[in-house]
């Protein structure tokens, strides 16, 4: 199958590109920046999603289409509201268009748990936009579309953006931890491998025209994560919670009534919480002591 996949280059993008090739498809990635992480196997193409022409041409051929460009993080989309509906809303809505014009099988989208939720600001609305033109779509032109619903992701290549990656960097560098928010607030953080390979496998025909949550299986409170990144390092870091902070995202679920509801997808086997953050620290430790290597979790000299 040939593949095309906006954002490529990003941190779920990137996984999902290489899942893609291993499962044997051909992959051409769209982004406005090349991949620091390129895969053979993926033919790369820079542009904006707001060119149509580019748009078209890299949707030419293609039997799928993935959507994971776009503004991501919560506390940008609020500070660029006119940024967000013009990137998020009016780039899906071009390559929809792109999709319908070359006759493409599916159009998969990145959504969040926040869609539907009271939390997410303008990130949350312009989500809500996007699925409602990915649902007129179908119902205008037949365009089949899977819209996936993604959690709290974690794992290699993220950035200061992730939570869990600024958690683990903090505890390193500065021997202390912050969170905006209570330290009961529930989270249930899925590992990227197990959400690039859940992405690729919702391919099949029984995801059409669906709502499929991706989320881990092991709903934690922030706090009790905080406290287990300090154990995995064996020395007291500092934990700063500041509860009365205005937040925009949610305490106990994403979750509120809507009749659009999603459907959880569980694959059969996924990454432990505790073995993902160790491999987190791992890899950041790594990065921060380069004479250092990790080796069956012994710290040796190169």
Known sequence: MKVTVFGGSGF??????????QAGHEVTSYDLKSSPW????????????????????????????????????IG?????????????????????????????????????????SKSGGFYRCSKQACELYIETFLENYGLEYTILRYGSLYGPRADEKNAIYRFVKEALTEGRISYYGSPEALREYIHIEDAAQASVEILKPEYANQHI???????????????????????????VFNTEASSAHYEITPYSFNPRMGRKYAPPLHM???????????????????????????LVRK
């Open 38 to 73: 390129p895969q053979p196997g993926v033919r790369c193409v820079t542009g904006s999603i707001l060119d149509e022409a580019a748009v078209a041409e890299a949707v030419a051929g293609a039997d799928a289409v993935y959507n994971f460009a776009g503004i991501a993080d």
């Open 213 to 239: 949550v991706l989320t881990g299986h092991q709903p934690m409170r922030v706090g009790d994560l905080l406290k287990m990144i300090s154990e995995m390092l064996g020395r007291p870091i500092e934990l």
């Open 76 to 116: 940008e989309a609020n500070g660029r509201p006119v940024d967000t509906a013009r990137v998020n809303i009016l780039g899906n809505t071009i390559i929809l268009e792109a999709c319908r014009e070359a006759n493409a099988r599916r159009y998969v989208f990145a959504s969040t748990v926040y869609v539907y």
């Open 272 to 298: 432990d919480l505790g073995q993902g953050v160790l491999r987190v620290i791992e890899e950041l430790y790594g990065q921060l002591h380069p004479d250092l290597d990790v080796r069956a979790g012994i």
């Open 12 to 21: 779920l993008g990137s996984h999902v590109c290489d899942k893609l090739v």
